[in-house]
Structures are given as structure tokens and as C-alpha cells.
């Protein structure tokens, strides 16, 4: 309850459909991520579950809206889906650079890892609709590819670089199950 206490108080509850954008005081949000891994952790497999939650509803979110924003029509659905899918982007890298060598955590991670690459092909689809000339949302567009770059360096520093000590297999098998 401390660690899900913890994250509501970072405005996660936020992403469960309430307006505003989560990235709203930025600046404050990132000071505090450093102290994210240790509450998350504290039981660290119900926390990965609730962020996970929320991952797949702002996924399911952008997906239903994917042929619309082929064609270039960005709507309010979509620009607070991205606004919430940068936050949790944010916070899973947080997350994962903590890493821990137990079998429950790197499958946790993995789960987190998996459904955030969802997240980051999802500015491949939006894209398109600014080559379609669709300018909607381009603040938040801009900040979920900052939260994305910043979970790609944090996770490539944790599983892929010289930190990654140890191999892990049960997250690259929920990686290749979830990812292809």
C-alpha cells in the first residue's frame, strides 16, 4: 500500500482518465523519480501491475485511434493519451534502472519494458499525421519522444550496456512474446 500510495501521489490516478496533463510541473515530477524505484519496489510486483494497468488503458486508448490518426485527424483522445503515455514512460524508466536479479522482478520489469515499446511504436503511427500536415498536440507529441528517449537510454544503460551484469532471460522472453 506504501508503494501504490506512492505513485498515486505522483498524480498516477491522473492517467485513469481525468483531464490535465500528467507532465503538467514537469520539472518537479522529474526531481522526485529518483525516489520512484525504491517505493515501487517495496512490492514491486503489485506496483509493476498498477503501472502496467495504466500502460495497457493509454495503449488501448492510442490504438483505437490509430486510422484516424493516419489520416491526420489528432483529436483530444489522443493528445491526453500521449500526454499520460509520456508520464508512464517516465516512470517505468525510473523503474527499471533499479534493477533487481530475482526471477519476479526481472519478469515485472520485463512486463513494464514490453508495454512501453508498445508505447514508443506508437510515435511511429503519429508520424504519419504530421507528414499529413497535422500539428495537434505537438507540445505533448514532443514530450512522450523525450519520455521515450529518456526510458531507451535508462533501459539500454540497465539490460544492454556496460551496467548490465547479468543476462536476462525472463525479460527478453517477455519481450519476444509481447514484441514479436
Known amino acids: ?10 498524480g498516477v490516478q491522473s492517467v485513469n482518465g481525468a483531464d490535465g496533463d500528467p507532465c503538467e510541473g514537469l520539472d518537479m515530477f522529474l526531481n522526485h523519480l ?3 524505484p525504491h517505493i ?3 512490492d514491486y510486483t503489485k506496483s509493476s501491475e498498477r503501472v502496467c494497468t495504466m500502460l ?3 495503449i488501448g486508448a492510442l490504438q483505437s485511434q490509430h486510422s484516424t490518426v493516419q489520416q491526420g485527424n489528432v483529436g483530444a483522445s489522443v493528445i491526453n493519451a500521449e ?6 514512460l517516465y516512470v517505468v524508466g525510473a523503474v527499471i534502472q533499479n534493477r533487481q536479479t530475482s526471477d519476479t522482478a526481472e519478469k515485472c520489469d520485463g512486463e513494464l519494458a514490453a508495454r512501453a515499446f508498445q508505447l514508443i511504436q506508437w510515435m511511429e503511427v503519429r508520424e504519419q499525421a504530421l ?3 497535422c500539428r495537434d498536440g505537438i507540445q505533448v507529441l514532443e514530450r512522450f519522444e523525450k ?3 529518456m526510458f531507451l537510454s535508462l533501459y539500454r544503460r540497465t539490460y544492454i ?6 543476462s536476462s532471460n525472463h525479460l527478453l522472453q517477455i519481450l519476444e512474446t509481447r514484441l514479436g
Open 56 to 58: 495497457d488503458h493509454v
Open 131 to 133: 507528414a499529413a500536415g
Open 161 to 166: 550496456g556496460d551496467q548490465a551484469t547479468v
Open 40 to 42: 515501487a519496489r517495496v
Open 83 to 88: 500526454a499520460a503515455g509520456a508520464w508512464l
Open 1 to 10: 500500500s506504501q508503494a501504490r500510495g506512492g505513485l498515486e501521489s505522483w
Open 147 to 149: 519520455a521515450g528517449l
Open 34 to 36: 529518483d525516489m520512484l
